[in-house]
């Protein structure tokens, strides 16, 4: 797989991880899982029903923002089309998603662990 393949397959990934993030954070609030909330809206939540400590809010708050400029602005801020034929550019995005992946997972992880 080429690396720009790489980059749209984690780029899918991390959307994916985070609608699990989503899907578990309604299940601590006790409202159903494929709500209409978005992420901004389930912190929000998540803080008023004060079920989770402020370094919890602050990492949510992080993963929103990185997502919010991932589905918003990501491609056209590091304008991918003239970085197309960069490969150290490349690299440096694709381990920048990996390491935001794992980043996301831990914190899912955590979230399904404090819900067993």
Partial sequence: MNIKNEIYQLV???IELIQYIEWNLC???NIDGFSSYTLSQIRVMISDAKISDDDTLNNLLTI???RNDLIHQY???MDFVEQSENNDFLINQRNYLINFF???QLFNNALVETSD
Avoid: M, P, S, T
Wanted: hydrophobic share 40%.
């Fill in 64 to 66: 929103l923002n990185k």
């Fill in 102 to 104: 794992n980043k996301i």
């Fill in 75 to 77: 491609f056209k801020r």
């Fill in 27 to 29: 299940l601590e609030l």
């Fill in 12 to 14: 899918g990934e991390v």
